[in-house]
């Protein structure tokens, strides 16, 4: 019986993978970064994250907050988390339904299509920060070659070549300042 117990015990005491990772991930609200804040959804559940991205300065998107989750695997870091904004945004690298199309978020390895390159996919030191930095950054610069949303895309095409100042944006349909900080 007593070596029942004992099993019992160190199997509580094993982690899921990236479990401790993710548990050092939630020390970043003690140094937040500027453009957003994140945290836990729930306290119980450390693999769902609520962030607000702050609209990139001297971008359209300037003056929005735009509110997404980010889902990690239990595998994490192994492989990437999944962002989904919440807050509507028109963008090349953001699906309609909200998902983003980044790089930094695809899975880790060889792009069949050949147009990442490895080093530019998910990679396990990756963290929240570097993850929202990418997507701040992919604000102020969309990526029309591979976009998320065709029509984003080919509007972005017709009004500028770069794409940084052709893409209407929603930020006056942006996140309340009141339902910025919930989490």
């Known amino acids: 019986m007593a070596k029942l117990l004992t099993v019992r015990v160190q ?3 094993l982690k899921q993978p990236g479990q401790q990772r993710m548990t050092k991930n939630k020390e970043l609200n003690k140094n937040p970064v500027e453009g957003f804040s994140a945290g836990l959804i729930d306290d119980e559940d450390i693999y769902k994250w609520e962030v607000v ?7 359209l998107y300037e003056g ?3 509110k997404a989750y980010l889902t990690f695997p239990y595998d994490y870091p192994l ?3 999944k962002m989904k904004f919440i807050t509507e945004i028109w963008h090349p690298n953001v699906a309609k339904n909200g998902d983003v199309c980044i790089s930094i978020l695809h899975e880790p390895g060889e792009d069949k299509f050949g147009y990442e390159k490895p080093e530019e996919r998910w990679l396990p030191i990756h963290t929240v920060e570097t993850i929202m930095i ?3 950054s992919m604000l102020a610069d969309p990526n029309s070659d591979s976009p998320a949303n065709v029509d984003a895309a080919a ?6 070549p770069d794409c940084r100042f052709g893409i209407p944006v929603v930020s006056n349909r942006s996140v309340s300042n ?3 900080f919930e989490f």
């Open 178 to 180: 009141a339902d910025i």
């Open 134 to 136: 990418s997507v701040i």
């Open 64 to 66: 929005g907050f735009f």
């Open 53 to 59: 991205i702050i609209g990139p300065q001297d971008t």
């Open 79 to 81: 492989r990437p988390p």
């Open 11 to 13: 199997a509580s005491r």
């Open 155 to 160: 509007y972005c095409g017709m009004i500028s």
